[in-house]
Nanobody, 120 residues
């Protein structure tokens, strides 16, 4: 099983930057995909960015050119560097992992979420 611990959320002004981190821990065979999703009040949770173990990334159109996702496979950690933040980026950001257990079964795990607020 995998536990996800998020950090890095906070309050920033428009145009500012934040870096989110999410570390996976526990017993597992591998974490094949990690990513970030976000949910604003009254809205559905939406994909922000994902990255697989080989390094291939996928971004929502709304964050391309501003956000960068990366991972450290040795540390089972995923990062989200957020630049040029806009008020519409305000949301709770959730870390996600798709991992393979020791018995070679695939599971999904979510972090508790971290608040990102962009406001003057």
């Amino acid at each position: 099983q995998v536990q996800l611990v998020e950090s890095g959320g906070g309050l920033v002004k428009p145009g500012g930057s934040l870096r989110l981190s999410c570390a996976g821990s526990g017993s597992f065979f591998s974490i094949n995909q990690m990513g970030w999703y976000r949910q604003a009040p009254g809205k559905e949770r939406e994909l922000v960015a994902t990255i697989i173990i080989g390094g291939t990334t996928n971004y929502a159109d709304s964050v391309k050119g501003r956000f960068t996702i990366s991972r450290d496979n040795a540390k089972n950690t995923v990062y989200l560097q957020m630049n040029s933040l806009k008020p519409e980026d305000t949301a709770v950001y959730y870390c996600h992992a798709r991992y393979v257990s020791s018995l070679r079964r695939e599971y999904d795990r979510w972090g508790q979420g971290t608040q990102v607020t962009v406001s003057s």
